[in-house]
């Protein structure tokens, strides 16, 4: 459009650099500033998001820190919660005995009386003494009630399983209700097909689950009838038992497996009962791997269903959430299998010829789990043991082609086995000579034919397996004579063998006096030491022994007895109110050769020391 001056060029060529520069360093310092900004707000988001971020840590650190104190707390609780448990097996320990100790006085007077009275007491004063007899033993029902719960709950339930005929147990259980059902008026129909498989399971418990559901059933129904319903599939039993009964409302229906509920204040008060019987039926249930259900219909009736498998199911970690409860049932387990596997070390020859005695003897200590090899001859024993050297030797003595003297005289003579332990189980009259010759050869232990009792043969495996295998040879005569007495008791002038009962109780004492007086004479002893003095001075024929005394205990009691050479064989029975689990076998490891429990039965006392004495 214009031209210019060449100096005018030159002046604008060289302002050119200038303005570019001045622009650039404007648009830098805008950049710049933006940045600053973007920075600064870049800053604050930071600065407010570590803000939220302490803020969080802080609300980590305060739930850590309650999280810890909770663990603390339900640490304590969980403390608690054990010593609660230890607390309510020692109570009902010491309620057992407390309840069982009087109760004891009141069956076995009861029964004396009834048997001694005869036309001295009137029909109505016997009619007195029923009643004491039939309440003593109801009482002693619901005691037993209580402690079936609390070991179930605690999973100390015994339970053995066995092949038995489901028909005839549930016979049996209709059988023993129906004289009651025939006084109230009703009738008992069963459905029970001929054809049903025998099952695997605990026959007690399963009669016990029965006892209560069929007794129930009769027990609430004022009219009708009472049905028994029984099918099985290729796994399991149903037996459904329904009744026309007052039924039960929707509101209770939930809670009737609950233990002491009664779902129903003026049932309650119509209807005796604690309300444990179905509580322990439901928990025994589920223990036998079964299951019980129940339909109702207030005022029309009730149906429960015991649902059992033919085979129960053993009880393993993976079953565990089969039923809460089971848990500690299987670290019983676990430690019952350990006990047998110690003792399954203890390898039991038995010789014997007697196809009946093989399968009584080996059933007996099977059962407890020896390991029993069979060698039904002498000469097959011989072989025996020339491969293998079992831990002690049942030997009879009258066989056909090889003897049991001859046998022992073999063994003896063998270095190799001149040491293995030997008890003689025979029903022959032995002679002095044949007496002379088993004490030559250290026999310690021997047990007559006849009525082979279980805890009789297991002591004496016990004590053969204990006992050392050689004596030195001044005391070889006096172990044998000691045996001899054990089964030729001693017998006074009037012909009554003697017994020493240690009892502490003025009443459990006039109780075991009525009944053993007529067939006895009789050494008493209020405390242990008393009766531990007269066991070693008097050396009576056998001895029954209360475990709680004062002075000294009757586990020392038993112990110093069988701590004595002249004592030893005088067989010892423990009389005790001690029912919990582990009682029996604690009792038997301080010495006792046998165990009653109380409340005693008269005629079972009778009968148990007629046994050790003539064995």
Same mark, same amino acid.
Request: hydrophobic share 40%.
């Given at each position: 459009?214009?031209?210019?001056?060449?100096?005018?060029?030159?002046?604008?060529?060289?302002?050119?650099?200038?303005?570019?520069?001045?622009?650039?360093?404007?648009?830098?310092?805008?950049?710049?500033?933006?940045?600053?900004?973007?920075?600064?707000?870049?800053?604050?988001?930071?600065?407010?998001?570590?803000?939220?971020?302490?803020?969080?840590?802080?609300?980590?650190?305060?739930?850590?820190?309650?999280?810890?104190?909770?663990?603390?707390?339900?640490?304590?609780?969980?403390?608690?919660?054990?010593?609660?448990?230890?607390?309510?097996?020692?109570?009902?320990?010491?309620?057992?005995?407390?309840?069982?100790?009087?109760?004891?006085?009141?069956?076995?007077?009861?029964?004396?009386?009834?048997?001694?009275?005869?036309?001295?007491?009137?029909?109505?004063?016997?009619?007195?003494?029923?009643?004491?007899?039939?309440?003593?033993?109801?009482?002693?029902?619901?005691?037993?009630?209580?402690?079936?719960?609390?070991?179930?709950?605690?999973?100390?339930?015994?339970?053995?399983?066995?092949?038995?005929?489901?028909?005839?147990?549930?016979?049996?259980?209709?059988?023993?209700?129906?004289?009651?059902?025939?006084?109230?008026?009703?009738?008992?129909?069963?459905?029970?097909?001929?054809?049903?498989?025998?099952?695997?399971?605990?026959?007690?418990?399963?009669?016990?689950?029965?006892?209560?559901?069929?007794?129930?059933?009769?027990?609430?129904?004022?009219?009708?009838?009472?049905?028994?319903?029984?099918?099985?599939?290729?796994?399991?039993?149903?037996?459904?038992?329904?009744?026309?009964?007052?039924?039960?409302?929707?509101?209770?229906?939930?809670?009737?497996?609950?233990?002491?509920?009664?779902?129903?204040?003026?049932?309650?008060?119509?209807?005796?009962?604690?309300?444990?019987?179905?509580?322990?039926?439901?928990?025994?249930?589920?223990?036998?791997?079964?299951?019980?259900?129940?339909?109702?219909?207030?005022?029309?009736?009730?149906?429960?269903?015991?649902?059992?498998?033919?085979?129960?199911?053993?009880?393993?970690?993976?079953?565990?959430?089969?039923?809460?409860?089971?848990?500690?049932?299987?670290?019983?387990?676990?430690?019952?299998?350990?006990?047998?596997?110690?003792?399954?070390?203890?390898?039991?020859?038995?010789?014997?010829?007697?196809?009946?005695?093989?399968?009584?003897?080996?059933?007996?200590?099977?059962?407890?789990?020896?390991?029993?090899?069979?060698?039904?001859?002498?000469?097959?024993?011989?072989?025996?043991?020339?491969?293998?050297?079992?831990?002690?030797?049942?030997?009879?003595?009258?066989?056909?082609?090889?003897?049991?003297?001859?046998?022992?005289?073999?063994?003896?003579?063998?270095? $190799?086995?001149?040491?293995? %332990?030997? *008890? !003689? &189980?025979?029903?022959?009259? +032995?002679?002095?000579? /044949?007496?002379?010759?088993?004490?030559?050869?250290?026999?310690?232990?021997?047990?007559?034919?006849?009525?082979?009792?279980?805890?009789?043969?297991?002591?004496?495996?016990?004590?053969?397996?204990?006992?050392?295998?050689?004596?030195?040879?001044?005391?070889?005569?006096?172990?044998?004579?000691?045996?001899?007495?054990?089964?030729?008791?001693?017998?006074?002038?009037?012909?009554?063998?003697?017994?020493?009962?240690?009892?502490?109780?003025?009443?459990?004492?006039?109780?075991?006096?009525?009944?053993?007086?007529?067939?006895?004479?009789?050494?008493?002893?209020?405390?242990?030491?008393?009766?531990?003095?007269? $066991?070693?001075?008097?050396? %009576?024929? *056998? !001895? &029954?022994?209360?475990?709680? +005394?004062?002075?000294? /205990?009757?586990?020392?009691?038993?112990?110093?007895?069988?701590?004595?050479?002249?004592?030893?064989?005088?067989?010892?029975?423990?009389?005790?109110?001690?029912?919990?689990?582990?009682?029996?076998?604690?009792?038997?490891?301080?010495?006792?050769?046998?165990?009653?429990?109380?409340?005693?039965?008269?005629?079972?006392?009778?009968?148990?020391?007629?046994?050790?004495?003539?064995?």
């Amino acid at each position: 459009m214009k031209k210019y001056s060449a100096e005018s060029l030159d002046i604008l060529n060289r302002a050119w650099n200038l303005i570019n520069a001045s622009y650039a360093n404007l648009s830098a310092s805008v950049k710049t500033r933006r940045l600053a900004e973007d920075l600064k707000k870049t800053n604050q988001q930071l600065e407010a998001q570590s803000e939220e971020l302490q803020a969080q840590s802080e609300e980590i650190q305060q739930a850590s820190m309650e999280m810890e104190k909770q663990n603390v707390e339900l640490e304590y609780q969980s403390r608690q919660v054990e010593e609660a448990d230890r607390l309510k097996s020692e109570f009902l320990s010491n309620m057992s005995h407390e309840l069982r100790t009087p109760l004891n006085s009141v069956m076995a007077l009861s029964r004396v009386l009834i048997r001694q009275a005869g036309g001295k007491l009137s029909e109505e004063e016997l009619n007195f003494l029923e009643i004491i007899d039939r309440n003593g033993k109801k009482l002693l029902g619901l005691i037993n009630d209580i402690l079936d719960l609390a070991k179930i709950e605690s999973g100390r339930m015994d339970m053995s399983s066995k092949l038995f005929p489901i028909g005839s147990a549930i016979e049996t259980v209709i059988e023993r209700l129906e004289p009651i059902a025939e006084e109230k008026g009703i009738e008992i129909n069963r459905e029970i097909p001929d054809n049903l498989p025998q099952i695997k399971s605990d026959e007690v418990r399963v009669d016990q689950i029965l006892q209560n559901l069929v007794g129930n059933a009769v027990k609430f129904t004022k009219k009708g009838f009472v049905t028994v319903l029984v099918h099985s599939d290729a796994e399991h039993i149903h037996i459904a038992v329904a009744d026309t009964g007052i039924g039960i409302s929707k509101k209770d229906l939930p809670y009737i497996f609950q233990e002491f509920r009664q779902v129903d204040g003026t049932t309650a008060r119509q209807y005796e009962g604690t309300g444990l019987g179905l509580a322990i039926a439901y928990k025994a249930a589920w223990v036998l791997g079964g299951d019980l259900t129940v339909e109702s219909v207030l005022g029309k009736g009730t149906k429960f269903t015991l649902i059992l498998p033919i085979k129960r199911p053993e009880i393993t970690p993976d079953a565990a959430s089969f039923a809460p409860h089971l848990l500690a049932d299987i670290e019983k387990t676990g430690r019952h299998s350990e006990l047998k596997q110690g003792k399954a070390a203890n390898r039991i020859l038995l010789v014997e010829d007697n196809e009946a005695g093989i399968i009584q003897v080996r059933k007996i200590l099977e059962s407890e789990g020896y390991r029993v090899d069979v060698a039904n001859g002498g000469q097959k024993a011989l072989d025996y043991v020339k491969s293998t050297i079992p831990d002690g030797i049942i030997l009879d003595l009258m066989m056909p082609d090889v003897d049991g003297f001859e046998v022992l005289n073999t063994i003896r003579a063998n270095k $190799a086995t001149e040491k293995i %332990p030997v *008890l !003689i &189980l025979t029903a022959k009259d +032995l002679s002095p000579e /044949d007496l002379k010759s088993l004490k030559g050869n250290n026999v310690r232990q021997l047990i007559q034919k006849g009525n082979v009792a279980r805890e009789i043969l297991l002591n004496k495996v016990r004590l053969m397996l204990e006992e050392p295998s050689r004596i030195e040879p001044e005391e070889k005569t006096r172990p044998f004579e000691i045996q001899k007495r054990e089964f030729s008791p001693k017998v006074s002038a009037d012909g009554k063998p003697t017994i020493l009962v240690v009892e502490d109780n003025p009443d459990n004492m006039i109780t075991m006096k009525a009944v053993l007086h007529y067939r006895y004479n009789l050494l008493e002893a209020t405390d242990g030491e008393k009766g531990l003095k007269i $066991a070693l001075t008097e050396r %009576p024929d *056998l !001895i &029954l022994l209360d475990m709680s +005394l004062p002075e000294m /205990d009757g586990f020392t009691v038993a112990g110093r007895i069988k701590e004595d050479n002249d004592a030893r064989h005088i067989p010892v029975i423990a009389l005790t109110a001690m029912a919990m689990k582990g009682d029996r076998e604690k009792i038997l490891k301080a010495g006792c050769d046998d165990y009653i429990s109380k409340p005693i039965d008269a005629e079972k006392v009778l009968k148990k020391i007629e046994d050790w004495l003539q064995n």
